[in-house]
């Protein structure tokens, strides 16, 4: 890592914060360590474990398991005999098989890391692939004392020591946030004018994956949600980088502008896809910024959607792996609201064909078939569906871990318990995100031909989300009233002369779907 600028210590490298360098070592790799910058060395002897125990603890996305096993057999394959590759039931059981003194990473759980803790015979080093470590993040966290951790500061933070985006001491363009520019409601068409993305192709690793995961359900080892199809996203890394040329050259641009649209035909619009290869450990995100930046100013790429992009990758994912840590394992149980619905069968099963309102039943079958939707439906469909709904926020973000293709316990319980559910009581967001059916209609063209009116709260042409955002705000109005941000809103109750008629509907809908 590079040194921090003289002007900015907020993140300035300490030299016991580097991870112990053992190349002579077997590295241990977990299935989200496959990059080489998990290596110390080219030629460093590497042991992969495949657990088919992993599978059993509760029910995966069929795609989660295909990418997962995908990626550890392709990686495997790739490094031949530097590697020692064990198919068993547990790791325990693949440790002892391996049979040599290993050194790993710092897995991205607690269970994991507990596990690895307690293991003789292993050399445990700093967690890697993020931006700053978690000494740096500790540091900073410290050096704020009792202010708010907020995420613009981490990330101007960054941008500074990396020196990304930057003019001098100041960011490219004199803003260093262009969220505002990023909030153009989808065209009038079906989809966004922009090359497809990078799709892999699949190979013969793919066909046996495919082939043990039929018989293991066929077996009644493990049992799947979603449904199967070709692989879409990259597990080696060539395939990441294919991918990341393919964003950078032909989508970047348009990327920003529709960064919160959504269209029925066009689930991918101008995303990245990337997720899933950085969660993999494939790509290093601060190379993935630096060739974003280095792509946008070679090619003149409009700086909004090249800011916005790189806020993703170097601001968000990292700032939302140290607060997984930094908040704590009793975090994830949160629930500042008292939230206590369980998941309904239709929506822990992705039954989407039982939804009738046409924004959830694209999404839920975008979560079935692809076991993928990006940060807007994720958020303001899924999320603000539960949130009104008061599912539990610990069983929500045990949901999106297992069944989307990116979902990582870390990835998912500050996202989903802080920034969607409201959980925290403002730890990671200031108000929580809930909205009616207006939203909705005006950042996608899901309404049109929607059984329900986004317009209506009452009768049988209601829309769930308006009647259910009312419903939401009278129930917690006491929880809300301190919090400036939802002033408006509140007072919107007040002038609700049907709101007697929704508090009943919605009492008497039930938890069927919508």
Request: glycine share 8%; with cysteine; net charge negative.
């Amino acid at each position: 890592m590079p040194a921090a600028p003289v002007d900015d210590p907020s993140l300035e490298v300490v030299a016991q914060d580097l991870p112990q360098t053992s190349p002579a070592t077997r590295r241990w790799l977990f299935a989200d360590q496959l990059g080489p910058h998990f290596l110390d060395g080219p030629h460093q002897p590497v042991l992969l474990i495949e657990s088919r125990d992993v599978f059993t603890r509760g029910r995966f996305h069929r795609r989660k398991a295909h990418l997962i096993l995908s990626a550890l057999r392709h990686r495997a394959a790739e490094l031949g005999d530097q590697c020692v590759f064990v198919r068993t039931g547990t790791y325990r059981e693949g440790l002892a098989e391996c049979g040599e003194r290993v050194s790993v990473c710092d897995p991205t759980s607690y269970p994991a890391r507990r596990f690895v803790r307690r293991l003789p015979d292993v050399e445990v080093l700093a967690s890697r692939g993020f931006v700053v470590s978690e000494r740096q993040f500790a540091e900073w966290t410290a050096r704020r004392g009792e202010g708010r951790l907020l995420m613009e500061d981490f990330y101007r933070d960054v941008r500074r020591h990396h020196r990304l985006l930057m003019d001098g001491s100041g960011p490219v363009g004199g803003t260093w946030n262009y969220d505002h520019d990023n909030r153009e409601a989808p065209p009038r068409r079906e989809s966004l004018d922009v090359a497809e993305p990078f799709w892999p192709t699949e190979d013969e690793i793919d066909e046996e994956v495919r082939a043990d995961l039929d018989r293991w359900e066929r077996d009644g080892d493990v049992r799947f949600t979603g449904t199967d199809g070709p692989r879409r996203f990259a597990v080696t890394r060539r395939e990441a980088l294919s991918g990341l040329r393919r964003f950078l050259s032909e989508r970047l641009e348009q990327f920003g502008v529709y960064e919160d649209a959504m269209l029925a035909g066009d689930p991918w619009m101008a995303h990245s896809l990337l997720s899933v290869p950085q969660n993999l450990g494939l790509l290093d995100p601060l190379e993935v910024a630096r060739r974003a930046e280095e792509f946008g100013r070679e090619h003149d790429v409009r700086l909004a959607s090249v800011e916005g992009f790189v806020r993703q990758v170097v601001g968000w994912r990292s700032y939302t792996w140290h607060l997984y840590w930094h908040l704590g394992r009793e975090y994830k149980r949160r629930n500042a609201l008292g939230a206590r619905n369980t998941l309904p069968d239709w929506f822990a099963d992705l039954d989407a064909d039982a939804v009738q309102a046409n924004c959830l039943r694209h999404v839920l079958g975008g979560v079935r078939d692809e076991g993928w939707v990006h940060h807007i439906p994720r958020l303001m469909v899924l999320g603000n569906w539960a949130l009104q709904r008061g599912y539990r926020p610990d069983e929500l973000a045990d949901w999106f871990w297992r069944n989307f293709v990116d979902g990582y316990d870390w990835v998912m319980t500050t996202n989903v318990v802080g920034m969607s559910q409201h959980a925290d009581h403002g730890v990671l967001a200031t108000k929580p995100y809930a909205s009616g059916g207006a939203y909705i209609d005006r950042m996608s063209d899901f309404c049109g031909g929607c059984r329900y009116d986004p317009k209506v709260r009452v009768g049988e042409d209601a829309c769930p989300f308006t009647a259910g955002y009312w419903n939401f705000l009278a129930g917690h109005r006491e929880e809300l009233a301190g919090n400036r941000r939802m002033t408006r809103a509140l007072s919107g109750l007040d002038r609700l002369r049907d709101l007697d008629g929704v508090l009943h509907q919605e009492a008497e809908r039930g938890d069927g779907p919508p």
